[in-house]
């Protein structure tokens, strides 16, 4: 306020000046307040990292914490091979490629000759070696002959695939998508890969074809896998953020323990849910983190237990609420006594999961004290009362208690979502060495082989023979289990 308007006030007496000094109060309160509420909110902000919120740890920067406070109970165990623990080691072989016959010349003590001296016996060590590799060139012939009695000529059939007067053949190009989709190698140096073991000036554009082939061979898989997941009991899903073209999209994964999907669309929630086609059908429980979109669909729904404890050790570290830990303790003891009745393929008992599950509530209580929710007033603007991160948390927990639980009710029910973070950390290493996919049909196109790839390191299959049988047009994921 200007002087002037001050001095008027108090020529307007006590009562005016009260009011006035009252009305500084309120107004600067208010501010106070408001101010207050946004440097909490940008300390939290700051002080979330990846062990306690959902951030990446590629996030941390140079702040990285010294040391990792693990949730893990120690086992007592000492590092390293435990008793009885049967190790691997490198084993002679009864049938070697080559045997290297080492003759004795002279006696090494008296220096007389020995030959043809009969020996009594002889000692083996074998070296375990990878031949240079070298490019066998393969010439088909195909004959071509007159007919003698009508004069027509006849041309011999090439073999299926053989279309052109030099080219590559199924295997060397299996190698090519082995390097450029599962162990992400760019593709300049996947070219000098080829070019320095085989000797083979390979381009990157025959790379690029090679992996155009093998994405149009897996047609059949990319329908299968959607059938097999949208059936299947149980499934994990979640997404990421991903640069086509210089703009954000999306890489969505669908996965089992066996089976994995990807799928990569410009949006994040139903419509690329939609588009995948996997959720609108499916019937089973769907592991996930809460992102609204998922309710959206009838199937049954499980929360990521890993996601809570990261935001519950934010409470209970950066906001110095006991609950927090307190709950923390909960889940993992819950998670423990399951792990058990697992062990014996049977579910804790019903006595158990009462316990449990009023602990579970009563601590819930206790953080709702703690975080009171705050009422709408009548004569407040239109809206809803504004939320904490911690009051979130905690509607949460108390709303979704038996999708935070499931894991306690089912035995095919998981912890965490930690399955489908897995699946989808490749897409992020892809991400780092590439920094981004040119065009869609590039993304697309490498989701589609490395769904292949997954599901086959999962069923145990070899990578490369697995390739090289769809680059053939062998159908071998119609073998695999699920």
């Not at 408001?34 to 920067?61: A, C, F, Y």
């Not at 209970?316 to 393929?345: N, P, T, Y």
């Not at 897995?422 to 780092?432: E, S, T």
Request: net charge positive; charged share 30%.
């Amino acid at each position: 306020m200007k002087r002037e308007e001050i001095e008027k006030v108090y020529d307007q007496g006590k009562e005016a000046v009260v009011n006035l000094v009252e009305g500084l109060i309120k107004e600067f309160s208010e501010q106070i307040k408001v101010l207050t509420d946004r440097i909490e909110k940008l300390e939290g902000q700051l002080n979330k990292n990846s062990h306690n919120s959902s951030k990446p740890p590629s996030s941390d920067g140079l702040s990285k914490r010294k040391r990792t406070r693990s949730q893990r109970k120690r086992s007592g165990k000492k590092t390293g091979g435990q008793e009885g623990h049967l190790g691997k080691t490198l084993e002679m072989t009864t049938n070697p490629d080559r045997v290297v016959r080492l003759r004795n010349k002279k006696c090494t003590c008296c220096g007389k000759s020995l030959k043809g001296v009969q020996k009594k016996g002889h000692d083996a060590r074998q070296v375990f070696e990878i031949p240079a590799p070298a490019l066998e060139v393969t010439e088909y012939q195909a004959d071509i002959t007159d007919c003698p009695h009508c004069g027509v000529e006849n041309r011999a059939l090439f073999p299926q695939g053989v279309t052109q007067k030099a080219q590559y053949g199924d295997y060397l190009r299996s190698i090519a998508v082995y390097f450029r989709n599962y162990q992400l190698i760019p593709l300049e140096r996947n070219a000098e890969i080829f070019s320095d073991l085989f000797n083979v000036p390979l381009s990157e554009g025959t790379i690029v074809a090679a992996s155009s082939r093998c994405a149009d061979a897996l047609n059949g898989f990319s329908e299968w896998i959607v059938g097999k997941i949208t059936e299947s009991e149980v499934a994990n899903f979640d997404e990421t953020g991903i640069n086509i073209s210089g703009s954000l999209h999306w890489v969505h994964t669908a996965g089992t323990p066996f089976l994995t999907a990807y799928f990569a669309h410009k949006r994040r929630g139903s419509e690329a849910f939609d588009a995948f086609s996997i959720l609108p059908g499916f019937h089973g429980k769907a592991v996930h983190d809460h992102w609204s979109a998922y309710f959206k669909y009838s199937c049954a729904h499980v929360l990521c237990n890993a996601h809570h404890i990261r935001e519950l050790t934010f409470v209970f570290e950066h906001e110095a609420q006991k609950w927090g830990q307190e709950m923390i303790d909960c889940l993992l003891k819950i998670k423990e006594s399951v792990d058990k009745a697992k062990e014996k393929k049977k579910l804790i008992s019903s006595r158990l999961m009462r316990l449990y599950e009023k602990r579970y509530m009563d601590i819930v209580q206790q953080g709702l004290k703690k975080n009171p929710l705050q009422k709408k007033e009548t004569d407040k603007k239109r809206g809803r009362p504004g939320k904490t991160k911690v009051q979130n948390l905690l509607i949460r927990l108390r709303d979704y208690r038996h999708e935070v639980l499931a894991f306690m009710y089912d035995v095919n029910v998981p912890f965490d979502n930690n399955l489908a973070e897995r699946d989808l950390r490749m897409i992020k290493v892809q991400q780092k060495v590439s920094g981004l996919f040119r065009t869609m049909a590039g993304a697309e196109q490498f989701c589609k082989i490395r769904s292949f790839i997954s599901t086959v390191k999962k069923q145990g299959f070899n990578v490369i023979e697995s390739i090289y049988q769809i680059m053939t047009g062998n159908q071998i994921y119609l073998k695999f289990s699920y």
